[in-house]
């Protein structure tokens, strides 16, 4: 989240989208009805009408994977109408700047795109430029060249007739929910955008969630209270495992991973991602202070710090593709922990049959999941697995401590409250026990292979691990005497401090000072910063790109919202005067007055400071509507079907279906009452008493097409495979009327595996291994099935 | 001074906490179900499900859909049909409201099942005796809220002093009607001289399976001339069977 749970109670305007927040986010969804409380208005569109939808004082349809056409058209709108915030665009992001003519945007494609290769040439995506490097500038906003003008002309074609026709939003409902969110765009009003997995499991996620940036500076809406792009995670610390690197392409603090091509030095890494501006200049210091950290004395100055100790890509490393490699036999081993992947990858078929071709498969968890049961699962012949299984009991979640980083980059500490039965173990006593006997195992080897575990810093006790240690570890610390850095600022770049993932800096600031333990609650009736409760990264900063709170003056666009000002007679520790002053920590230097060079840029972690309508990614610097790889209709705004640079993988049990075969478009999702592959609700009477079975959601005109009542069984089937369910048959799915064409949608949770006290098929049996263009995250919100009675 | 629940159905979004924390306090199992075409399980209020939140599908005239949730169980009535019929005192007000039953006094003969205008007193096959919520009166004597109230994530449930509920039932009322909602309106106030759930509705209770007016049923039950000491007599032998059937189950 660019802003945190608490501060949705801020908002003037909540639009919730690509999330059915009410449902998954039961907890933190009462700050959205505090909103609501205050006068908010709570927007919410979605494929058919949920749980959020229910308290929702607007309620738009949209047909899965059209959501780039939704907001393109909110964007369209906006900017028809003149609705958009005009200083703040002028002044704070790249709207002025002047492209270079040869940009272009023709037939669904950018200038640049090389059919043969597949992929752009992005020597046209550029800036016109001043004498001094500097961006040409138009702040009038007319020249036709702008971004402002080719963003206005890109997203004309967004209109409402268009939406209607794409995503099945009847216009009326459309133009209800722009006109409501686009008030925001009033100065010293805020709306935020709260979205999830219905996001961003699309073939072209990246460039929707960019929509979603976009449409918010175009509004203002970005750094205020109550305002921002919020991705709500969908597990208590999953915001914490992308922070220390679970992505496959950065290591700790989104430090990018190293490429066997392009990195093969370290000074090859820092020449070549290290820019010129922006703070992102001080990247050499996070790199090499995670480096004394994982390596200590055995990264010096000679031996570049370790870095030929790291791993270098050859190749992608996201989920599907390990699991492709994994089909392929290219993968021996897997340790499995905190996930299920039989249940939760997509093609669950192919996932299944890749865990077949491994030598030994190791699974912590608490109950025998459908991955560590894979060798008997359905039409699964054990004597012909091979595969070697470890099942290893784990700890749940109140059985071990630690710190958790929500959804809003806060850092809270977790104290255990009973201890885990019999043999089950903590995630840290595993990873701890693992790092030891690895160490023992290699013990004096000179081959080059075993370096990187015998060099690696392992000294947090010899059982359970001491997680505090850990956390003071990744705080970071001056190599000399040990003692914890206060805060990145500290870091340097020669090999004189530590630090485990820099943004983390400044939760363990002296010693014994955990800040992930502190417990000071704002009083209710404030803008609910809690700067005094755990630690938020970066700084314990609440709200993120905040400079952009306050007018290029300093002073804040909504006085009673506000979150820092500029004060020129308040004191720095110098004696010098002038300073950013406010209830949350300045994403800014704090004594860097507005009228100075650069005072008035405000996304910091940008070369230029702007926040960037334009921007490059994979296919093309302006989102643009693609369907998605399996869609039952053609696309109406180009001819180009689907994302030319979705990824898309050929194994033989990777099918993709046609239209014909399979007309309707189906979606996954979750539910309250379990969570993820329910590996755990399951297993628990009282979850499963309230939703026992595996069913699919579907329409009333479908049904009876189809000759299904509400509580058959059914058999919905895609090119990958069939499952069976139960019919819900309810009026809060609809048809969506495109142009002369009506097409069907049917929705389908994605709990349900073979083993547990409530069994089912697994939703992901139908979807497919496609992924999106730049992340390679699975395209599950939007893919093609056929229904019928079983 | 007489407590309540507020039901605020504006504010809930069936996540079923209610409905969870309730078996959870009282160490209620789950029953088995089956997905029968809606959200909602178990089917009824029963002995082993004493809350449960009911999921309502509506279609406005002009086609919008609504999705309605209720938190349902016991309301805990003032004039308590259940407690009128009971010939064995096992069902008794509690001195702030709630309708709590000694189940050691329960003799099993059903009167209350058929005599509560809610349909929710359940008769208990495993015991022989009735089920039904009681309002957490370990809790709230304790000075908590009742559990379904305690775990309430959106403040959809509150738990107080009913007049004070009252009071905030009322603005709550009108706010939702200066908003748009119409079909917003108070229930439980006087029916059946005040019930100690009280409900801000957002549609005509009949919507939500509450009957518009309530009756004290005690007499469509029993004949006024059999409330007396005729009665007890009769009630006597039934405890007696009742009480060597689950005798003998016992030593099964």
Known sequence: ?790 | MAKAILVDTSKCIGCRGCQVACKQWHGLEAEPTAFRGSYENPPDLSARTWRKVKFIETAKQDGATRWRFLSDACKHCTDASCLAVCPTGALFHRPWGAVDLDQEICNGCRYCVSACPFGVITFNERTGRVDKCILCPDRVEAGLAPACVTTCPTGALSFGDRDQLLGRAKERVVQLRAKGEKGAELYGERELSGLHVLYVLQERPQVYGLPEKPRFAAASVFPGFLMSAVASVVMGVVALVAFRERGGRGEE
């Not at chain 1, 907890?27 to 058919?48: C, Q, S, T, Y």
């Not at chain 1, 390990?322 to 299920?340: C, D, H, R, S």
């Not at chain 1, 003692?483 to 401090?497: E, I, Q």
């Not at chain 1, 009876?704 to 369910?725: L, M, P, Q, T, Y």
């Open chain 1, 1 to 790: 989240m660019t802003n945190h749970w608490i501060d949705v109670k801020n908002a003037d305007a909540i639009l919730i989208m690509g999330s059915n927040a009410a449902e998954n986010h039961p907890i933190a969804f009462k700050w959205v009805l505090e909103a609501r409380e205050h006068g908010a208005v709570l927007i919410n569109v979605d494929p058919r009408f949920s749980r959020t939808s229910a308290l929702a004082d607007l309620y738009a349809p949209l047909r899965s994977g059209t959501d780039i056409v939704f907001l393109g058209g909110m964007i369209n709108y906006i900017l028809r109408k003149n609705l958009f915030h005009r200083e703040y665009v002028v002044e704070y992001t790249n709207a002025p700047f002047v492209l270079d003519p040869a940009f272009d945007f023709k037939d669904g494609y950018f200038s640049g795109w090389d059919p043969q290769k597949k992929a752009y040439d992005r020597a046209s995506w550029k800036f016109q430029t001043e004498a001094d490097g500097t961006p040409q500038l138009d702040k009038s906003l007319k020249d036709p060249n702008t971004v402002f003008q080719r963003l206005r002309r890109h997203f004309a074609r967004y209109t409402p007739e268009m939406v209607e026709g794409v995503c099945g939003t009847p216009k009326d409902e459309f133009v209800a929910v722009a006109e409501a969110f686009a008030k925001t765009g009033a100065s010293g009003k805020a709306g935020t955008i709260m979205y999830a997995m219905g996001w961003t499991q699309h073939s072209k996620a990246t460039q929707l969630i960019r929509t979603s940036a976009i449409l918010q500076m175009l509004l203002g809406n970005i750094g205020v209270a109550g305002g921002g792009v919020n991705a709500l995670r969908g597990l208590s610390n999953v915001q914490g495992s992308t922070d220390m690197a679970l992505l496959f392409n950065v290591l700790p603090g989104y430090l990018g991973t190293p490429t066997k091509k392009d990195h093969p030095t370290l000074a090859a890494y820092l020449e070549k991602e290290t820019p010129k501006a922006g703070y992102w200049v001080n990247k050499p210091k996070f790199l090499v202070s995670l480096l004394k950290a994982w390596y200590g004395e055995a990264a010096t100055r000679d031996n570049d710090f370790g870095y030929q100790y790291l791993p270098k890509n050859s190749a992608s490393y996201s989920y599907l593709d390990l699991f492709e490699a994994m089909y392929a036999g290219k993968i021996k081993g897997f340790i499995v922990t905190g996930q299920n992947p039989a249940v939760s990858g997509p093609n669950s078929t192919l996932e299944r049959k890749a865990l077949e071709r491994l030598e030994w498969l190791v699974v912590r968890d608490l109950f025998e999941t459908e991955t560590a049961a894979f060798w008997k699962g359905p039409g699964v012949d054990p004597a012909k697995v091979s595969t070697e299984v470890f099942l290893l009991p784990a700890s749940a979640h109140v059985e071990r401590e630690g710190s958790y980083t929500n959804s809003g980059r806060w850092l809270q500490w977790k104290w255990k409250a009973v201890d885990p039965p019999g043999d089950a173990r903590s995630d840290g006593w595993f990873v701890n026990q693992l790092a030891h006997r690895l160490k023992a195992l290699y013990a004096g080897s000179k081959a080059p292979k075993d370096q990187p575990i015998l060099a690696l810093t392992w000294d947090y006790g010899k059982d359970e691990p001491d997680l505090e240690k850990v956390l003071a570890e990744v705080n970071g610390y001056t190599v000399a005497d040990g003692k914890p850095v206060k805060s990145f600022a500290f870091l340097t770049d020669d090999g004189s401090t530590a630090c485990g993932n820099w943004i983390y800096s400044g939760v363990f600031p002296a010693e014994g000072q955990n800040r992930a333990k502190s417990r000071k609650a704002d009083p209710p009736e404030s803008l609910g910063i809690n700067a005094g409760w755990g630690f938020a990264w970066p700084v314990n900063r609440r709200i993120l790109y905040n400079r952009a709170s306050a007018d290029p003056k300093g002073q804040p666009w909504n006085r009673e919202k506000a979150l820092i000002r500029w004060d020129p007679n308040a004191e720095l520790p110098d004696g010098k005067k002038g300073k950013w002053v406010g209830v949350d920590v300045p994403d800014f230097r704090p004594d860097l007055a507005p009228d100075a060079k650069g005072g008035g840029n405000p996304f910091i972690m940008l070369a230029d400071g702007k926040g960037a309508l334009f921007a490059p990614l994979v296919e093309g610097p302006l989102p643009e509507h693609y369907e998605p790889v399996e869609s039952p209709v053609k696309n109406r705004l180009s001819g180009v079907q689907f994302n030319p640079l979705a990824v898309i993988y050929k194994a033989d049990l990777d099918k993709l279906g046609n239209p014909k075969e399979f007309p309707i478009v189906a979606t996954t999702y979750r539910l309250t009452e379990h969570l993820h592959t329910g590996s755990i609700t399951r297993n628990l009477p009282w979850l499963v008493e309230m939703m026992p079975n595996l069913f699919c959601e579907m329409s009333r005109e479908l049904a009876e097409e189809k000759g299904i009542k509400n509580g058959d069984a059914v058999v919905v089937r895609s090119a990958r495979g069939e499952i069976r369910a139960i019919a819900y048959v309810t009026g809060r799915f609809k048809p969506f009327k495109l142009g002369d064409r009506v097409v069907h949608e049917v929705g389908i949770p994605w709990h349900w595996g073979f083993m547990g006290l409530a069994k089912g098929d697994s939703a992901n049996v139908l979807t497919p291994h496609v992924g999106d263009a730049n992340t390679r995250i699975q395209e599950s919100k939007a893919f093609l099935v056929d229904v019928r009675k079983a």
